[in-house]
């Protein structure tokens, strides 16, 4: 069965500090990798996505990907209360339509 | 523009009922899936389809129904036979390219 796996949390950081999420996976011919993020009752929303190893930055977010170690970690820079939300880490199963696994997710809590 | 459209945001069932929640998208999208999350817990697939007339089992199958006989729908039934039908369930769509999905806004089913 392959697998996501992340840290239920909850992670509680300051405003403006760094946050670490981190995610690592079962199935090393994995080429793909998602981040969701997902408000309370609310459906989840694409943030980042990486295919290569190293690191992808968008804004305040940062994703990095270390296939040898079936590693991948999403970085939130100046951490906002508005970032308080569920991350969920996804990778495909693979074929053409790249069916989704989904790690549990991690919840963060951005503090005043 | 362009998106999902779930049906409707709430609904209750009681015993012994079958309800069917509807997922409709603009697109494009040739592949369709059908989630379902718990509290607190990850996504589970219940059913996908990459193809008109065609679609095939996720985890958690047993219980519900699908059918896709137009590209932009991809309705799901809840039977009788599901004995713990009380969650979030979630329509997402992709194309065919590693672009991830896009979700609908959910649906959130109680059995009274």
């Known amino acids: 069965q392959k697998e996501v796996e992340q840290n239920s949390g909850p992670l509680s950081v300051p405003e403006g500090a760094i946050a670490s999420l981190n995610c690592t996976y079962s199935d090393r011919g994995s080429q793909s990798f998602f981040w969701y993020r997902q408000y309370s009752g609310k459906s989840p929303e694409l943030i980042m996505f990486i295919y290569s190893n190293g690191d992808k930055e968008d804004g305040r977010f940062t994703a990095q990907l270390n296939k040898a170690s079936q590693y991948v970690s999403l970085l939130i820079r100046d951490s906002q209360p508005s970032d308080s939300a569920t991350y969920l880490c996804a990778v495909p199963l693979g074929g053409g339509y790249n069916k989704l696994i989904f790690g549990a997710g991690t919840r963060l809590a951005v503090h005043p | 523009d362009g998106g999902i459209t779930q049906s409707p945001k709430y609904l209750f069932r009681k015993e012994g009922q079958n309800v069917t929640l509807s997922c409709e998208q603009n697109l494009n999208h040739d592949a369709m899936y059908w989630y379902r999350q718990d509290p607190g817990q990850g996504l589970r697939l219940i059913y996908y389809?990459?193809?008109?007339?065609?679609?095939q089992k996720g985890d958690i199958a047993e219980g519900y129904s699908v059918s896709r006989e137009k590209k932009e729908s991809f309705p799901l039934t809840v039977t009788s036979a599901q004995k713990n039908p009380t969650a979030f369930y979630l329509c997402?769509?992709?194309?065919?390219?590693?672009?991830?999905?896009?979700f609908g806004s959910g649906t959130r089913l109680t059995v009274v």
């Open positions: 389809s990459q193809i008109v007339n065609d679609f």
């Open positions: 997402a769509s992709s194309d065919r390219g590693q672009n991830g999905y896009t």
